[in-house]
């Protein structure tokens, strides 16, 4: 989905299109004979240990980009390390949920956030284990619930 407009946006200087464009992309896809995009390579076999594998490399880092499915078999498999989230000040009704039904219940603790002059929320976060019965404090001046 993304391949149409990134591959030919006009400023390729630009430092998304930049990223995009010629950075290694590890595509899981069941038809890996329709990647276009240059340096595009599908991911053989298993998801999971080819990740596992593309972990252990050096270099930068590896993002997940539009494939819930793919990421809660990530997340199943404790290979998420970070989650960036946006949030956007819009309601569309239906559509995928990122944290829909089945998703494994963990903790996350908040790393960092910013607020962009559109009002976009972009929020930092690290998955830090399964909950407990109460895991979330109270706010200041609150009292626990139990």
Known sequence: MMYPYWSTFPD???VVAAGLNN??????TSRPDTLEWTNSHPID???IEAVRQ???????ELQVHGSH????TLIGAGLVDEFNLFTYPVVL??????????????TMKYGSSVVTETGVIIASYTP????????????EGQEAVG
């Open 45 to 47: 076999g298993d998801v």
């Open 128 to 139: 830090s284990g399964p909950p407990t019965l109460l895991s979330l404090p109270p706010n």
């Open 23 to 28: 950075l290694p992309k590890h595509v899981a």
């Open 12 to 14: 390729q200087n630009d």
């Open 69 to 72: 499915g793919l990421l809660q």
């Open 93 to 106: 009704g239906d559509g995928k949920r990122l944290f829909g039904s089945g998703t494994i219940p963990m």
């Open 54 to 60: 593309l972990k252990e490399r050096p270099g930068g």
